[in-house]
């Protein structure tokens, strides 16, 4: 059964800084991976697709990678605005519909 | 515009009672989802359907029910078997397991 696990939980960084997300998962057997952003009591905000045949994505200030072999990928946001504060979540489809990380909470701080 | 909405935004549920929950889609997705999400739990799946007249429960499907009667729209109904439905609901579309698109969400409570 798929798993995906993100780290760290929560993190707090200070504007301006560029930081990386961290999203890992069990079964390398994917079509593609999604990053989304969720701000407190809304719903799900597309970010970035990246497809199985992908090594990364882009868009803006976000650049997302993609490593299959090691059931890895990473979202860099580069430097860091306090609108950017969110939840971060990442998930996979693979033969099953999209399984998603419990999240990471990002505060910028002003 | 095209996009999920998902009504109401929030709705209280009284013990024993049902209630249904509205996504509709003007996306043109065969495929629709919902998700239910609990503070520190992540999204977990409760239903899904990839075409009209056809459904496949997710992993926490025990005191719900779906329907999928038009390719627009996937209600779900919360049903008193559900001990404990306090909770948001997210409903998403995608084309063939591509790109997915979430609704803003209902938030339902018990009273």
């Known amino acids: 059964k798929q798993e995906v696990t993100q780290i760290p939980a929560a993190l707090s960084v200070p504007e301006g800084e560029n930081l990386v997300l961290n999203c890992s998962f069990t079964d390398s057997a994917i079509y593609n991976l999604q990053w989304f952003r969720q701000d407190p009591g809304k719903g799900l905000t597309s970010l970035l697709l990246?497809?199985?045949?992908?090594r990364e994505q882009t868009s803006g200030r976000l650049n997302a990678s993609l490593d299959k072999s090691s059931g890895r990928s990473t979202l860099y946001i580069a430097a860091s605005q306090p609108g950017d504060s969110a939840t971060y979540l990442c998930a996979v489809v693979g033969n099953t519909p999209l399984v998603f990380g419990k999240g990471t909470r990002l505060s910028v701080i002003a | 515009d095209g996009g999920i909405t998902q009504s109401p935004k929030y709705l209280f549920r009284k013990e024993g009672q049902n209630v249904t929950l509205s996504c509709e889609q003007n996306l043109n997705h065969d495929a629709m989802y919902w998700y239910r999400q609990d503070p520190g739990q992540g999204l977990r799946l409760i239903y899904y359907s990839q075409i009209v007249n056809d459904f496949q429960k997710g992993d926490i499907a025990e005191g719900y029910s779906v329907s999928r009667e038009k390719k627009e729209s996937f209600p779900l109904t919360v049903t008193s078997a559900q001990k404990n439905p306090t909770a948001f609901y997210l409903c998403a579309s995608s084309i063939d397991g591509r790109e997915a698109f979430f609704g803003q969400g209902t938030r339902l409570t018990v009273v």
């Open positions: 990246i497809q199985s045949s992908q």
